[in-house]
């Protein structure tokens, strides 16, 4: 890979991978000093199942998606598995933590008319808006369509942001259930503008082929391995920290985690570039072009996170 051909798409990636980080330093002037200290917690501890639940149908489904996608010019089967795979991992979470939620929720919060109680039947429209604005991140990926990326991300998360401060001023934000009502309209439409940019990319593409779903699996297994581990060990601590000190607590100790969130940003704008380069270029048998690459990523990322590492 010769790195000045990609400088704008690293741009762009580094712009995406920024979003988060600035949607969490303005959650602390628009919503942390918004919102009472459990209200913001209840919500704290929705969004980190989200996530958790997320990331994990990522590594199943969307992961294997992004690989096969670069390989393959008939993908069509691969698209239909990864959004059937899914929809079904998120039809899971919310059994679990929908219908279970009154053997979950006082382990998180003793308080027997928690907030969790109501902020959960929230989670089946969570992941029913979510769904294909984070297919399609996955499947852009494969092709480096970055600017677009870049796009679908910036309505959900500065969409988030300015809904929050529009409402605020109508004096109409007040609680958690309202925070999730905004993060809902805006992961709608974040997936509908997805939905505009890779129409025209899938139409007449679309196949169902139950071979492909055992193909996908059979790669699945070893990301979602890999990433469950990741995951529990970097947001089960949110969880820890209700179950001990309450969802205070928990508003507290998030704010205090988003400088975290650069070093995140550093390992997933590799990751956006690398999975994709890495399955075509392996599948064409170009590994001396793979070494090569890996060690220009592991040295021009390390420079760029000394300077944070001297500023935290």
Not at 153 to 167: I, K, M, S
Not at 208 to 235: A, D
Not at 271 to 295: C, D, H, R, W
Request: charged share 15%.
């Amino acid at each position: 890979m010769e790195f000045g051909r990609h400088i704008g798409k690293g741009l762009w990636a580094f712009a995406d991978k920024a979003l988060p980080a600035v949607y969490g330093i303005g959650f602390i002037f628009l919503v942390v000093r918004a919102l009472p200290e459990r209200e913001y917690g209840a919500f704290v501890i929705v969004q980190t199942i989200f996530t958790v639940v997320s990331t994990m149908a990522v590594a199943l489904a969307l992961q294997p998606l992004t690989k096969y996608a670069a390989e393959k010019k008939e993908n069509g089967p691969y698209i239909v598995a990864a959004l059937t795979m899914t929809a079904a991992f998120f039809v899971l979470g919310v059994l679990i933590f929908v219908a279970g939620k009154r053997l979950i929720i006082p382990y998180l919060d003793p308080d027997p008319h928690s907030l969790l109680l109501l902020l959960f039947n929230y989670l089946p429209l969570t992941f029913f808006t979510a769904w294909y604005r984070i297919f399609s991140i996955s499947f852009l990926q494969a092709s480096y369509d970055v600017r677009k990326i870049f796009w679908i991300d910036a309505a959900y998360f500065l969409g988030t942001l300015v809904l929050v401060y529009w409402l605020s001023k109508m004096h109409l934000f007040n609680t958690a259930e309202d925070l999730l009502r905004i993060n809902i309209i805006s992961q709608a439409a974040s997936s509908f503008l997805a939905l505009l940019f890779t129409a025209k990319t899938m139409s007449g593409r679309l196949r169902f082929e139950k071979g492909v779903f055992g193909e996908m699996f059979r790669f699945g297994k070893f990301t979602f391995g890999t990433n469950s581990i990741y995951t529990v060990l970097t947001q089960m601590d949110v969880f820890f920290v209700s179950s001990f000190v309450g969802l205070g607590g928990v508003a507290v100790y998030n704010a205090t985690k988003i400088i975290t969130r650069i070093f995140d940003m550093s390992s997933q704008v590799l990751q956006m570039f690398l999975i994709p380069f890495s399955s075509k270029n392996y599948a064409l048998g170009e590994k001396e072009k793979l070494l090569v690459t890996i060690e220009k990523a592991i040295c021009f990322s390390s420079l760029l996170l000394l300077p944070v590492l001297l500023v935290s």
